[in-house]
T-cell receptor, first 112, second 109 residues
Framework: DAGVTQSPTHLIKTRGQQVTLRCSPISGHKSVSWYQQVLGQGPQFIFQYYEKEERGRGNFPDRFSARQFPNYSSELNVNALLLGDSALYLC???????????FGPGTRLTVT | DAKTTQPNSMESNEEEPVHLPCNHSTISGTDYIHWYRQLPSQGPEYVIHGLTSNVNNRMASLAIAEDRKSSTLILHRATLRDAAVYYCIPIQGAQKLVFGQGTRLTINP
């Protein structure tokens, strides 16, 4: 079975630009969560979606937004990029939002 | 969110057992104890979880103290592939995962 997939793998953007990251969950998983991992630190929770509704939001500014589509895939959008947004963005899916989460390989975003 | 304390790093030898400790003294009665690990250049990977009783799966064993204020992840025969950062995460139901700094495990051949 295919795992969680994310695209693109790597991305380079300039300060002030906008970026959209994409995630496809494992088949049958209806919950998707997004995490940001800055180099040398553990992942930090950004959003959780279940059945297309936002179920949780971490301590991130409004420049960060997300949505989940009817096929349960998800997009994370970040506007007005800052240098500090450079990080690995991880997507995780889970069955009915419970217990173990399965992570994708991440999208490495570099803001210059 | 319950606070966790883990050693910054540990080292072991291949084919030997490894015991990774975690202190979570502020854990609530309904928090499950989850362990994830992150191999280099990969996303985190679920390892095991438990509530009160010790748990075993194909990857590892989880020993939970009777007062639930600490737990130990046990890798019975470490391999080079087990070199990773290991995170202990108390979590209730479908709540977000709160990752700390974790323990960086090095396995010597």
């Amino acid at each position: 079975d295919a795992g969680v997939t994310q695209s693109p793998t790597h991305l380079i953007k300039t300060r002030g630009q906008q970026v959209t990251l994409r995630c496809s969950p494992i088949s049958g998983h209806k919950s998707v969560s997004w995490y940001q991992q800055v180099l040398g630190q553990g992942p930090q929770f950004i959003f959780q979606y279940y059945e297309k509704e936002e179920r949780g939001r971490g301590n991130f500014p409004d420049r960060f937004s997300a949505r989940q589509f009817p096929n349960y895939s998800s997009e994370l959008n970040v506007n007005a990029l800052l240098l500090g947004d450079s990080a690995l963005y991880l997507c995780a899916s889970s069955f009915q939002g419970y217990y173990e989460q399965y992570f994708g390989p991440g999208t490495r975003l570099t803001v210059t | 969110d319950a606070k966790t304390t883990q050693p910054n790093s540990m080292e072991s030898n291949e084919e030997e057992p490894v015991h990774l400790p975690c202190n979570h003294s502020t854990i609530s009665g309904t928090d499950y104890i989850h362990w994830y690990r992150q191999l280099p250049s990969q996303g985190p990977e679920y390892v095991i979880h438990g509530l009160t009783s010790n748990v075993n799966n194909r990857m590892a064993s989880l020993a939970i103290a009777e007062d639930r204020k600490s737990s130990t992840l046990i890798l019975h025969r470490a391999t080079l592939r087990d070199a990773a950062v290991y995170y202990c995460i108390p979590i209730q139901g479908a709540q977000k995962l709160v990752f700390g700094q974790g323990t960086r495990l090095t396995i010597n051949p």
